[in-house]
């Protein structure tokens, strides 16, 4: 949603690319090490909350009951967390914590 909004109010630019493949890999080392299978669907929406992250100062994750918010929330900081680990991101992400 967001790349489509700037799309639309900043024509002809292209936003940098995001570090895809190393969140990617964090996500899936997440749900592994949480028993969850990370399906295409999932991962999109761990997309969606990361880029609401990225341009918001807080939200709100609303929706039927069981379909996985706080999983997504959980695994989204789980793969932040680790990836402030690593030196290019260091400065990217802190460590988050949830209440």
């Keep these: 949603m967001f790349k489509d909004i700037t799309r639309d109010l900043f024509p ?3 936003l940098p690319d995001f570090k895809k493949m190393e969140f990617e ?4 080392a997440a749900c592994k090490k ?7 669907r ?9 880029d609401t992250n990225t341009v918001r100062h807080g939200y709100m994750i609303v929706g039927d009951t069981c ?6 929330l ?3 900081q789980t793969a932040l967390t680790a990836l ?3 030196p290019e991101w260091k400065n990217e ?3 988050c914590k949830t209440l």
Excluded: P, R
């Design 67 to 72: 379909v996985g918010k706080t999983e997504c």
């Design 74 to 76: 959980k695994i989204v």
């Design 42 to 50: 999932f991962m999109e929406k761990c997309y969606q909350l990361l």
């Design 34 to 40: 949480f028993n969850l299978v990370c399906s295409n």
């Design 93 to 95: 992400y802190k460590t």
């Design 12 to 14: 002809g630019q292209e």
């Design 84 to 86: 402030n680990q690593f």
């Design 25 to 28: 890999e964090q996500i899936h």
